[in-house]
């Protein structure tokens, strides 16, 4: 019960900010005090964002940019979930990668654009390369984090009747990994959506929403279209973020975060 009237005031406090922030936006353009060519006012560009729903170019270029991102997130997780077992499980594996690791990880994915560009192209491949390499590290690291924090005690007693090191990582440690792990896809998640937007926007040309974003900015007075098309883009990560919150809360209810909330309701 008390999860649910927090969840309903989180919901309206977020509904009051974006109305303040729509409302300040408004007056703002509206008053003059900037060119409304820089900046339309804020009905306009959402009026617009509701018009390109019915734009079925825009939604083609939607689906491609969503689909990029759902390659790369997956493939991302297909490579750091078992490399960050690996790596949290065998210490020699750990500590021989650790150098490499640390000097791949600070690497910035955006400045590694005009390369993957030149490799492979500036279509699908290279989105889904970037979003791949730049979603691996929040999963990698919070997998290993997981593995450090599972119950020693359960491996323990796992061990003392007979049970190998598979059967006490598969019964044990990637159980009680999986929140961890949840919680590192939902963070790439949104960085795998900046990347896939973003490496659009340079490429200038293709389909995608940042082709769209970026075709506007070129256009005479086109800075309408270009704040539609970032409604869009905060949109979508909104939904991304909210279902995959939603997931985490009814797949791991267990999770420290969710045994004081129900403690506290039980206590009320």
């Given amino acids: 019960m008390l999860r649910r009237v927090r969840g309903r005031q989180e919901l309206w406090l977020g509904v009051l900010g974006v109305l303040l922030a729509f409302g300040v936006c408004e007056a703002v353009s509206r008053a003059g005090l900037v060119r409304r060519s820089y900046l339309p006012p804020a ?32 493939l991302a997780c297909a490579v750091a979930v078992p490399l960050g077992l690996l790596l949290g499980s ?3 594996v750990d500590a021989a990668t650790r150098a490499i690791v640390e000097f791949l990880r600070p690497l910035p ?16 491949e290279t989105k889904v390369a970037l ?48 929140p961890f792990i949840a919680a590192g896809i939902r963070i790439s998640a949104a ?5 896939a937007v973003a490496t ?23 800075n ?14 909104l939904v991304i973020n909210g279902v995959l919150v939603g997931a985490e809360r009814r797949l791991f209810p267990w999770t420290p975060e969710q045994r004081a909330a129900a403690e506290q309701g039980a206590r009320g």
Avoid at 109 to 124: D, F, K, Q, W
Avoid at 141 to 156: C, I, Q, S, W
Avoid at 191 to 195: D, E, F, G, I, R
């Fill in 109 to 124: 994915s955006v400045a590694l654009i005009p390369l993957v560009s030149l490799l492979l192209g500036s279509g699908t």
């Fill in 43 to 74: 009905s306009e560009v959402l009026t617009r964002a509701v018009e390109l729903a019915g734009d079925q170019v825009f939604l083609d270029g939607i689906l491609a940019t969503l689909r990029a991102w759902a390659l790369g997130l997956g």
């Fill in 200 to 222: 659009e926007i340079l490429a200038g040309f293709g389909e995608g929403l940042g082709i769209f974003i970026a075709q506007a900015g070129l256009a005479t007075d086109g």
């Fill in 90 to 92: 065998v210490p020699v």
């Fill in 131 to 178: 979003i791949t390499y730049a979603c691996v590290w929040p999963i990698l690291f919070n997998t290993v984090y997981g593995l450090g924090e599972t119950d020693p005690l359960a491996k323990d007693t796992l061990r003392a009747f007979g049970f190998g090191r598979l059967a006490v990582l598969l019964r044990v440690e990637l159980p009680g990994t999986a």
């Fill in 224 to 237: 309408r279209d270009v704040l539609a098309g970032v409604v869009w883009a905060g949109t979508l990560g």
């Fill in 191 to 195: 960085v795998a959506l900046v990347l």
